[in-house]
């Protein structure tokens, strides 16, 4: 394992070359974490919505801190040196729905590859409450720069009511 910054967690490391050290998540660490014992994978402990005024921080580095948590205040004067973030709560420009990634055909066929119970493991990392809780995924329509072949839904012409629309083996087999 990697020696542990304040606040990180143990990896498991492993190098792909040019500095690119990950900490390997697998089938094993659910089973290991049900029992106590201390393992890594990217998972939190639960979230929970800061006092107002402070924040919460989460933080990786190629140095080895693997979502390591700190919290802090905001100050309300210019005495310290450094970045100044103003913040104006009174305009609000969006609302945020919610957060995740996307599930490509590439992304499906590589999570497909791993055991049962290292997709479970992967899955729950993105979505439960101990992981990164992911509540919105984005799937491309047809193919994309991410799919092993070009394909689409409706390749009839002038098919405006779709009769012809199919889905394909890759969104029945690996997205839906």
């Given at each position: 394992?990697?020696?542990?910054?304040?606040?990180?967690?143990?990896?498991?490391?492993?190098?792909?070359?040019?500095?690119?050290?990950?900490?390997?998540?697998?089938?094993?660490?659910?089973?290991?974490?049900?029992?106590?014992?201390?393992?890594?994978?990217?998972?939190?402990?639960?979230?929970?919505?800061?006092?107002?005024?402070?924040?919460?921080?989460?933080?990786?580095?190629?140095?080895?801190?693997?979502?390591?948590?700190s919290e802090g205040k905001f100050q309300s004067s210019l005495s310290t040196r450094g970045l100044l973030l103003t913040l104006d709560i009174s305009?609000?420009?969006?609302?945020?729905?919610?957060?995740?990634?996307?599930?490509?055909?590439?992304?499906?066929?590589?999570?497909?590859?791993?055991?049962?119970?290292?997709?479970?493991?992967?899955?729950?990392?993105?979505?439960?409450?101990?992981?990164?809780?992911?509540?919105?995924?984005?799937?491309?329509?047809?193919?994309?720069?991410?799919?092993?072949?070009?394909?689409?839904?409706?390749?009839?012409?002038?098919?405006?009511?779709?009769?012809?629309?199919?889905?394909?083996?890759?969104?029945?087999?690996?997205?839906?």
């Open positions: 394992t990697l020696p542990c910054l304040p606040g990180a967690r143990p990896c498991s490391p492993k190098d792909f070359g040019h500095g690119s050290l990950v900490c390997v998540c697998n089938a094993t660490y659910w089973a290991m974490w049900a029992v106590g014992i201390p393992t890594y994978c990217d998972t939190l402990d639960p979230v929970v919505v800061p006092v107002p005024g402070s924040y919460v921080k989460y933080e990786s580095s190629k140095a080895g801190k693997r979502l390591e948590r305009a609000l420009y969006q609302h945020v729905k919610g957060f995740g990634g996307s599930l490509s055909d590439a992304a499906a066929m590589n999570i497909l590859k791993l055991s049962r119970p290292a997709q479970d493991n992967l899955l729950r990392s993105y979505f439960s409450e101990s992981g990164i809780e992911y509540n919105l995924i984005r799937v491309p329509m047809a193919c994309s720069d991410f799919s092993v072949r070009p394909y689409s839904y409706d390749d009839v012409p002038n098919d405006y009511e779709l009769k012809h629309f199919r889905l394909v083996d890759e969104d029945v087999k690996m997205k839906v």
